[in-house]
């Protein structure tokens, strides 16, 4: 039971959390890049430079600057 109300608590925030996305969109923000800003706040300071660097090389590597 308790398995199944968390479920239905999950199924209720994921909604919710589309909506403010909806919602965003429809102030003129773009969804996707606020899904990477979300995820990147999500990392601690050090994870974030580290995975900025690797792009930047890569980026680099690649001709793409």
Known sequence: ERIERLEEERKGLATDIK????EAK???FD???LRMIV???KLNPADR???DAL???YKSALGME
């Open 55 to 57: 792009l930047e090389t």
């Open 26 to 28: 429809g102030n003129g």
């Open 49 to 51: 430079q580290e995975q």
């Open 19 to 22: 909506e403010i996305y909806a």
């Open 31 to 33: 969804a996707k890049i």
């Open 39 to 41: 995820r990147l706040r």
